[in-house]
């Protein structure tokens, strides 16, 4: 809904009911970025990271890309997509989310190799892949 200062309340909310909850934290993060208060949220994301909770898991990886993507962030979406094709190198999801931003920064060569890759883990999607081919021409 895109009620950015209502989530950060809720977060804070979490936090005092109890701050032992690392996902308290990490969601304070996540609502730190749309707000633009950054190094807020990497402050948070490391609490949330000395309170349990796996910040580099795929749950939490795909979260933070979601959020750069949402705040035009590009670059470190790129970085959270490439972080999860190195956990999970044949899960084509994450291939198709890195050729989208490559395509959105203008990087054609690099979304044809992932389109590339992409055909290879399911061919059975060849036409469609030939069709994103074609919007990079």
């Known amino acids: 809904t895109k009620e950015y200062q209502k989530a950060k309340e809720k977060s804070q909310k979490c936090i005092d009911l109890n701050s032992k909850l690392g996902e308290c934290y990490w ?3 996540l609502t730190n970025i749309y707000l633009a208060e950054t190094d807020i949220a990497q402050e ?3 609490i949330a990271k000395t309170k349990g909770y796996n ?8 979260a933070l890309a979601k ?23 044949k899960d084509p999801r994450y291939h198709i989310y890195l050729a989208l931003l490559y395509r959105e920064f203008g990087d054609f060569e690099n979304a044809k ?9 399911t061919p ?14």
């Open 27 to 29: 969601l304070m993060g």
């Open 44 to 46: 948070n994301f490391n």
């Open 55 to 62: 910040i580099h898991s795929e749950r939490s990886l795909m």
């Open 67 to 89: 959020v750069y993507v949402d705040t035009r962030n590009y670059q470190k979406a790129k970085e959270m997509y490439l972080e999860l094709i190195r956990a999970k190198p």
């Open 113 to 121: 190799k992932e389109a590339s890759i992409l055909l290879k883990l």
């Open 124 to 137: 059975e999607n060849r036409e469609e892949i030939e069709l994103f081919l074609e919007t990079l021409k």
